[in-house]
């Protein structure tokens, strides 16, 4: 099974994830307000964020463009400020994507557009000398591929684009049956 992925052109749309770190600029209202509001905010595991004055807002599934027009709209809708202007932008990212399993090295990955299932195990230092390069698994949300890496070394263009939070398990070799038994 392939899967193919598309990236954002932009950090414009760049959809925000749980774990996401923003940089949260607000404009139009009062000097001690702004201080208190401006500043760096992770989204949480359920995909929020709390700002002061508004409380909890989910953003993630969002891009920074519409973040930024949510939480406009929820401090004027709640009658806090009459004309924020609200500006988001990625704070520190930390994406990751765990290679483990018969690797040289199994570890967790930084994240980046253009990693694939064979840069991230190349990245873990390789196949150990027992891997199934003809059965790795990537598990991704709710999903598992099974990946013949030898065909994608044959052929490049199959390699698979992974995306934040993606698992790349390299099992062992089976080993072979000797007198019907293991």
Do not use: C
């Not at 959809?15 to 201080?35: E, F, H, M, Y």
């Not at 709390?50 to 953003?59: D, E, M, Q, W």
């Not at 990751?96 to 980046?112: E, R, S």
């Amino acid at each position: 099974m392939l899967l193919s992925a598309s990236f954002p052109a932009s950090a414009e749309e760049f959809v925000l994830r749980p774990s996401d770190t923003i940089q949260l600029k607000i404009g139009g209202v009062p000097a001690n307000d702004a201080k208190a509001v401006t500043g760096e905010y992770v989204v949480d595991g359920q995909g929020y964020i709390s700002l002061p004055n508004l409380g909890r807002i989910k953003i993630a599934g969002l891009t920074l463009s519409a973040a930024q027009t949510v939480v406009e709209t929820g401090y004027r809708s709640h009658d806090i400020y009459t004309r924020p202007t609200i500006t988001i932008a990625m704070g520190t990212v930390h994406h990751w994507v765990n290679v483990g399993g018969a690797v040289k090295t199994p570890q967790k990955i930084a994240y980046k557009p253009d990693l694939t299932v064979l840069t991230s195990i190349d990245s873990a230092g390789g196949f150990s000398s027992f891997a199934d390069q003809e059965r790795v698994r990537l598990l991704r949300a709710d999903e598992v591929m099974i990946i013949d890496t030898k065909k994608i070394r044959a052929n490049p263009s199959l390699d698979i684009p992974l995306e934040p939070g993606d698992r790349v398990e390299v099992p062992q070799e089976e080993p072979p049956l000797v007198g019907g038994r293991n």
